[in-house]
């Protein structure tokens, strides 16, 4: 079992590596419509203890993650990100440590986005913070997803509230199943934070109410 294992990791990683490889290629030739998906693809067997597909944040990968980084300061997919309404980065199901995240940041602050998709990171306050330094660097942001990843202090809760009550763009806000471990009202600044915003999605939260029923 363990050999088998071994075998289907192997084989995401090459699967992984070469999906990787494919959009950097479009973002250095055409731009790739200013659209930057890493994510697991079909095919792609990295399974973990729950048995869902995941990409896990491995050392090997570390060159992968900088020539990303590169390609998306090429020419080509910086002028498409700033001539779409539809550029967007989608970081979803990979595990994404702090030194890869700072290898990304320095593209991703000066690529405004209209779009972050960052769910299912797995990386604790670090996803938390890399999704807030992205919020404060892109005054262009329209839509935020931003699921499954806890967020359980104060102090982010109080920032993340300031920064989507003072975004110049921000429309659409999804945050959801991001309550873990903390008080159950804790979230609850969220909700009056993003009260002037087209669309606001805040289930699975542990959001109560003052009778402890739960109401998002």
Known sequence: AHSEHNAKFANGMDKFQYWLKKDMYDMRKNGNRGEAHI?????VDFIDDYGDVFIPGSTPLLPYWKELADAML?????DCVANSDGSALRLEKIKLGRCIMDL???????????????????SGRTSVLFMMDF???NPELETLFFLNNPIEREYDVSRLCRLIRNHPSLNRLVIQNCGGQASSNLLCPLITASNKLGC?????NNICNEGDTSIL
């Open 200 to 204: 606001v999605e805040l289930n699975g």
């Open 135 to 137: 919020m404060e660097h």
């Open 39 to 43: 994510e697991p693809q079909d095919g």
């Open 104 to 122: 990304l940041a320095p593209a991703i602050q000066v690529n405004h986005f209209k779009q972050l998709r960052f769910n299912d990171n797995r």
């Open 74 to 78: 090429c020419p080509a997919f910086m």
